[in-house]
């Protein structure tokens, strides 16, 4: 997971522009576990940028996905989240309340069908489970 100092770096490295509001999305990325929606960034940076449009959330957030330094979660069409831990994991996801938890290391081993491997080379993998968490059970 970078430090928002790092993503700064990076960006500058492919010359894009370093503004106080992409500064503000980096720091609400740094550290966070919660797999935050657009919207979610969106709400937080507002409250700091009350100016900040979600197109520039938006477009922050896709360049740091195709420069791999989020991972793009999608739930459905609908629903995108981003996780700024790109190490190997994988997730478990609530159908009720939408939680993303992350299932720590590379435990899960997919086995690919026979042949495939000679007609395509894996770089990386990621398993997601879906279900219902103990919380949204309990409130059943």
């Not at 938006?58 to 740091?64: A, W």
């Not at 299932?103 to 879906?130: A, K, M, Q």
């Amino acid at each position: 997971m970078n430090t928002a100092d790092s993503l700064v770096e990076k960006f500058r490295d492919k010359r894009f522009k370093i503004t106080p509001q992409r500064m503000g999305i980096f720091k609400i990325l740094e550290g966070n576990l919660e797999h935050p929606s657009a919207e979610n960034v969106f709400d937080k940076i507002k409250k700091i940028y009350p100016t900040i449009s979600f197109t520039t959330v938006y477009k922050t957030l896709d360049i740091l996905e195709k420069m791999g330094e989020v991972l793009k979660i999608t739930i459905d069409d609908e629903r995108k989240h981003y996780d700024p831990n790109t190490a190997t994991h994988h997730h478990i996801i609530c159908l009720g309340c939408n939680k993303i938890s992350d299932i720590e290391g590379g435990h899960i081993n997919p086995t690919l069908p026979d042949g495939i491997l000679n007609e395509f080379i894996p770089s990386r993998y990621h398993v997601s489970f879906y279900g219902t968490c103990k919380d949204c059970l309990n409130e059943q």
